[in-house]
């Protein structure tokens, strides 16, 4: 008979609390075929605060003919009120433009985006990874003046899907030339889901060699070839206390057609609340959560995890 949550047996090799950075209204809703009418993200946001995130990345200041799916990003925060701004409710933001109008809405957090290879630069940003930490520059500089937190995402760490393997070195010194801007965490994507623990075990290595220690890192993975939670685990070993995940699973890019969901955040939670690890999250309320956007969405959430207890364990 289950329970609904795991035996618990302390893993001392982890970390006693880890914080969840959740993606779901972000990278979960990005990717959707349709878009999801904006009081449903609304309330979206709100269960997932209430089941006990406290990090979540609420949606994107991006040309609306890039992403249609979040061009509702002001209208969505205005619905939110201060249940959407403030340190822990970052949101994408490529360029001043963006930052202009994340700034309108009232936001304290962004993430700037930027990739380790030059193929996924151009096709998600229109331009050469020199060019596009060009356009980061001013925006984070403009951020940290406004009392911003800022995160930088790095995508393709660990593969792409056109250029293949990618030297740990050059993910190594797209990371460093991001947090040289001013960046408060990097955060590493597995923007394809290719990664193995070894190459995880590495680039963690050698980013600590260059400066960037694990207190400064999130890990992205998204679980195309199922590796996301192996990974996860073993950057914990490592010292990382940031782990984003996406409810129910969703997540990819729309300009990365490989890219499936992110680590599913009750999978992440039932390993973690197992070991002993603290998240603060209660699992059957993200389950719940997770079934009601699948019925909103029209197909079921990918996750293990919520496929054992929505179905009655
Ligand atoms: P561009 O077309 O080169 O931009 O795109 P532009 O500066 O030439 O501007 C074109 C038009 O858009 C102009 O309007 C601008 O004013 C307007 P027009 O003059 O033609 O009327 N514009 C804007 N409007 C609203 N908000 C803005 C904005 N900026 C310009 N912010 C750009 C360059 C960087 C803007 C574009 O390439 C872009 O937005 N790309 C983002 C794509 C995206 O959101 N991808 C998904 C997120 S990344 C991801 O999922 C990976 C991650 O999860 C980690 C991982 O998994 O690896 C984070
Ligand atoms: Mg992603």
Redesign the pocket.
């Known amino acids: 008979m289950s329970t609904g949550l795991p035996q618990r047996e302390a893993n001392p090799e982890l970390p006693e609390r880890v914080t969840i950075y959740e993606v779901g209204p972000r ?1 979960g809703l ?1 990717n959707e075929k349709t878009v999801v009418p904006a009081m449903v993200k609304v309330e979206f946001i709100r269960r997932l605060a209430a089941a006990g995130l406290e990090t979540i990345e609420t949606t ?4 609306p003919a ?2 249609p799916q979040l061009a509702d990003a002001t209208e969505v925060l205005s619905a939110l009120g201060e249940e959407g701004l403030g340190l822990r409710r970052p949101v ?1 933001v ?2 001043q ?2 930052l202009d ?1 994340a700034l309108a809405a009232g936001v304290g957090a962004i993430a700037i ?1 930027g990739s380790a290879t030059e193929t996924f630069a151009r096709k ?3 331009r050469s990874v020199a060019e596009s930490i060009e356009m980061f520059a001013p925006v984070v500089q403009r951020a940290r003046e406004s009392g911003l937190w800022v995160r930088a ?1 790095v ?1 393709m760490c660990f593969g792409d899907p056109w250029e293949g393997p990618v030297p740990i070195d050059q993910v190594v010194d797209v990371s460093v030339r991001l947090m040289d801007l001013g960046a408060d965490q990097l955060s590493l ?1 597995d ?1 394809i889901g290719v990664g193995t623990t070894g190459h995880v075990s590495r680039l963690l290595d050698a980013l600590d060699t260059r400066g960037v220690g694990a207190d400064r890192i999130g890990v ?1 993975f ?1 679980d195309t070839y199922g590796q996301a939670l192996a990974n996860t685990m073993t950057a914990l070993r490592h010292g990382v206390t940031v782990v984003d995940a996406s409810t129910g699973g969703l997540g990819g ?3 990365a057609k490989s ?1 499936t969901g992110n680590l599913a955040t009750e999978d992440l939670v039932w390993a973690l609340d197992g070991a002993g690890v603290r998240t603060g999250v209660d699992l059957a309320a993200l389950v719940e959560t997770s079934t009601w956007m699948a019925g909103h969405l029209g197909r079921p959430s990918p996750s293990r995890v919520v496929k054992a207890l929505a179905g009655g364990g």
């Open positions: 990278d990005q994107s200041f991006v040309p890039w992403v994408l490529p360029n433009r963006g109008n985006f998600n940003l229109n995402y995508s994507g923007t992205h998204h890019c729309p300009y890219a």
